[in-house]
């Protein structure tokens, strides 16, 4: 089964998710994460640099490129863990997850401050990694050659 690790450049722990995943017998995608911590930042200076709003570093080769490579690798995973904390390119990355009908799971460094109802879309979150990894092996096991299912709470 494969799981695209979502997160933040800026998170240490999606390495060590991504190891445990593997570990435990799972494909793990978060090659997106060899960029550093610094990707995003450098991104925008070059653009700026070259005299680019963010409209048009949008449209940019470097841009569309990334995106590309991150969306088929989405489209190609059975599953996504959202790694928290992480930002609004992950959130989009998960809800996009979900809208593909995708087994979805997030996993909280703590228990958030402010709750926020809209994780119900997912399966299950986690505060424990062990937790999460024992939740993937017996979704592996109910659905051997897992690509989509229709797992929408509003459908149960």
Known sequence: MKVYVIG?????????VGNALRKA?????????SGGPEADDEW?????????????????HHALNIFHFDLYHLNESDAAVLVMPAGRSA??????????????????????????????LCQEVFFNLDEL?????????QYPGLRTVDHAPWNA
């Open 8 to 16: 933040s450049l800026r998170n240490p722990r999606i390495t060590e």
């Open 44 to 60: 925008q200076r070059y653009e700026r640099e070259r005299g680019r709003g963010y409209k048009e570093a949008l449209r940019g």
């Open 91 to 120: 959130h989009l990355e998960l809800g996009y997850m979900v809208g593909r009908k995708k087994h979805t799971y997030v996993l909280f460094d703590a228990e958030p401050e402010r709750f926020d109802i809209m994780y119900n």
């Open 133 to 141: 990894l024992d939740a993937l092996n017996k979704l592996r096991e």
């Open 25 to 33: 017998g799972h494909e793990a995608f978060e090659d997106w994460h």
